[in-house]
């Protein structure tokens, strides 16, 4: 993952209304960060087919990418001193996007292409590179889906997912970093396990005794417990940042309805990428791919540091 300061914001598009949303964000964020932005668009097969036939032939002038010289003619004057470069790729979408993310700080799409279908609220391109790309992934909602942000830091605060014992620390450090740059709180979600009810465990309680027997209440230790190894988790990052408000919060169960909720109200949910694996929605892990899937507001899936 890179992370050089000249790396370039990648933002993929397509002309599709989703994707114009992406490099909106991705023009603010590339301007945040005072990186380039490279705004990459991957030719149709037709395109790309037409090309090939006419290369075949001999010398001849590259066919026009018009998505690109629409997007170059209108990005250019609010560039505001932005380096912005162009780039039309060829071969599948998820690849091409892939390759050119290679040296990319960051890549950000749309929740859908052209070609979705309109029932889905996220694509599988976008599915498909929050999974195998190198670099953070930020999935930019439709505006179906966009929560309408009232102006102020609470508003706009940064939302983290943490298992604390698997979220890796390139997740975190994006999280605090994001949270920095904007001036914004961070408010952290981790989840604690849910003692089943009694009613699951025992059977019909015989005639004599038709109320099962009460079980300890144990959540108020599993919420302590919770709190605490959050907190061990969090202090490396808190001391080296801390100008960054903690909005430390712990939550039963289910982490990622909670990241849904809060993400109403939020800039950008972080999550984390699990490390590879075969199944892809195991790559990105249940949390990540719910919170994809119905998030308010933008979702970056950062992926680990790759083994040595």
Known sequence: MSTSENS????GVDGSEHSLRALEW???EARSLSAPLTVAHVRSEALQLGSARIASLGPSPELPDTVVDALAAEVGPRAEGLEVGYASLDGSVVDALVEAAERARLLVVGSRGRGGFKSLLLGSNSRSLAAAAPCPVVVVPHEARAAS???GAAAGRVLLGLETDETADEVVEFAFEAAERRGVPLEVVTAYPVPPSPALLIGAPAP???VPPPMPD????LVESTSRRQGERLLPFTERRPEVEVIPTVTPADPAGRLVEDSLEAGLVVVGR???HRIETLLMGSVA???LHHAHCPVAVVPPAPKR
């Open 149 to 151: 942000l009232e102006s």
């Open 218 to 221: 144990e959540t108020p230790d």
């Open 26 to 28: 991705a023009l603010q």
């Open 8 to 11: 370039p914001v990648v933002v």
């Open 274 to 276: 699990h490390r590879r």
């Open 208 to 210: 004599a005794l038709q």
């Open 289 to 291: 791919h719910a919170v």
